[in-house]
């Protein structure tokens, strides 16, 4: 009985573990695209312009201690590495430049 209760409790702290927002706080600048996707798992969309590309992850956990909290996440990179990630909306900023931004979500 020990060892069910045991092995229940590590199941849910790895799946509460796995919040989208705590993924990304182990992301840096500079990484290419292949480590943003086994850091933060296989995306559920993507938008590309120009040398832009946004890697999208939608209605996510942000915190595996309040499992309430959903947002959307981008992870936006440029010639194939990470400029910015965070929760909220990618949005083109100058359809001359083609340059992906993320806006966060108030």
């Avoid at 040398?51 to 996510?60: D, G, V």
């Amino acid at each position: 009985m020990k060892l069910t209760i045991l092995l229940l409790s590590a199941v849910l702290l790895l799946i509460v573990g796995c919040a989208t927002g705590e993924l990304a706080q182990n992301l840096e600048e500079g990484m290419s695209k292949e480590q943003v996707i086994a850091i933060m798992g296989k995306p559920d969309g993507f938008q590309r312009s120009g040398e832009y590309e946004a890697l999208k992850y939608t209605n996510r956990v942000i915190s595996g201690w309040d499992v309430r909290g959903k947002a959307d996440y981008a992870m936006i990179l440029k010639n194939g590495r990470l400029v910015e990630w965070g929760a909220g909306q990618v949005r083109q900023s100058d359809s001359a430049l083609r340059t992906l931004v993320l806006v966060p979500l108030q």
